[in-house]
């Protein structure tokens, strides 16, 4: 059922959630960051954050649709873009980090549906709406690297890839969630000027590009190989032990909030 309201997009997480800690899915790693990301969003219109709440409210439907219209086209067995394709493929990959499934999410929303959105909400006004996308990636910056402090606990081993909050330089990262922001509101930029197959074909192509970065995440060498193979021998490996803390933490800092 097409989600209409953030609340909406939220239930639906909790379902994704949900299910993949009954079936032990790695699947639920990316929906439950995403539901930290969707309910502080929520909060801060709430909060009147931002400059037009109604039309963030809309831009965030309409980012989260495009993640969970392909998780459920993936699952159906129907063709979904490059991006989610590889991202969804790699939560049967059990020799994955937590962090590199999460990336993979990320890499396909942030760098490909975050400027669709953009663009499909701003009724040709791009512009209009730049400091409220600001204001969305702030949250989901901050948050991410929130996320990234939480995963200490099921990856014990995780700061040999230096992923302290002081340190945002390692190799996996090196797209970064800033670069990725920026990337998505250029990306709109150039989209908003495209018309019929023309805007089709600038979302194939960015589609392409995207999908070569989430290979880059994954397909790792020399050292960080190692790096990586090291940090996974000692990480948890019960897919629905992790996602019930990921969760947990969020619902506590949701009621504390």
Not at 44 to 67: C, H, W
Not at 89 to 98: A, E, G, P, W
Not at 172 to 200: H, M, V
Request: aromatic letters at 8%.
């Amino acid at each position: 059922m097409a989600a209409e309201t953030i609340d909406d997009v939220l239930q639906q997480l909790d379902d994704i959630i949900a299910e993949s800690i009954r079936t032990n899915n790695r699947m639920g790693y990316f929906a439950a960051l995403y539901y930290k990301v969707t309910a502080s969003v929520k909060t801060g219109i709430a909060k009147g954050q931002f400059e037009n709440g109604p039309l963030m409210e809309q831009l965030d439907v309409t980012f989260a649709s495009r993640y969970l219209d392909a998780l459920h086209a993936w699952k159906a067995g129907q063709p979904v873009t490059a991006s989610w394709k590889i991202a969804f493929d790699s939560t049967k990959n059990s020799s994955l980090l937590v962090l590199q499934q999460l990336f993979l999410g990320m890499n396909a929303h942030i760098n490909l549906d975050l400027g669709i959105a953009a663009v499909e909400v701003s009724n040709g006004q791009l512009e209009s709406i730049h400091n409220d996308f600001d204001n969305i990636n702030t949250i989901i910056s901050a948050l991410t690297y929130q996320v990234l402090s939480e995963i200490d606990r099921v990856s014990p081993l995780l700061s040999l890839l230096g992923l302290h909050a002081s340190n945002q330089t390692n190799i996996l990262i090196q797209f970064s969630i800033d670069n990725a922001r920026d990337g998505a509101w250029c990306f709109a930029e150039d989209l908003a000027t495209k018309k019929g197959p023309d805007y089709d074909a600038c979302i194939t192509a960015r589609d392409q590009t995207i999908y070569k970065l989430g290979g880059s995440l994954i397909n790792n060498k020399g050292v960080i190989r190692f790096t990586i193979w090291l940090i996974h021998l000692f990480e948890w490996k019960n897919a629905a032990r992790i996602i019930k803390i990921m969760h947990e933490a969020v619902k506590q800092k949701i009621v504390v909030g």
